[in-house]
């Protein structure tokens, strides 16, 4: 669905790129991150690609705070994206402080990359609450 989206949507974002340019780095793109994630999984001897994961995850949170300001007001983004991102990146770290997965725990990459995710999603989720009161908008019944 996310791909679809973005397939459809993606000249509202880039105008000045032809579609060309657009396409070529999606494929580059997309070949670099499965090159990263089977790289990075051996290296951080991850099987199961759990750091990785994380690794991901936090990458797309800094892309959530790029987004915001990169477009102009909320188009796009609402203050349940922000809280479902946060809330369910944040249960499955909770279990995983409960639970570690084996061979997690030996690290400090992951308490970091939980404080990091936590701390960027909720810059996010804090950032479009306000900018929907600067614009007036109730941010609760706008989807």
Avoid: C, H
């Avoid at 000249?11 to 997309?30: E, H, I, N, P, V």
């Avoid at 991901?56 to 203050?79: C, H, P, T, V, W």
């Avoid at 725990?105 to 989720?125: A, G, K, N, R, W």
């Amino acid at each position: 669905i996310i791909t679809y989206q973005m397939f459809r949507y993606w000249r509202s974002d880039f105008k000045q790129l032809s579609s060309f340019s657009f396409f070529y780095f999606w494929g580059l793109a997309q070949v670099a991150s499965f090159f990263i994630i089977l790289i990075g999984s051996q290296e951080l001897n991850d099987p199961l690609i759990i750091e990785m994961g994380y690794v991901d995850n936090f990458i797309n949170s800094a892309l959530f705070i790029a987004m915001f300001y990169r477009r102009e007001k909320l188009q796009g983004q609402s203050i349940y994206i922000a809280l479902s991102k946060m809330i369910g990146t944040a249960a499955v770290s909770g279990m995983w402080l409960i639970f570690p997965w084996p061979g997690t725990d030996e690290t400090l990459l992951m308490p970091f990359l939980l404080t990091s995710i936590f701390v960027l999603d909720l810059t996010y989720t804090v950032l479009v609450y306000r900018q929907g009161r600067e614009m007036g908008i109730d941010v609760w019944r706008r989807w």
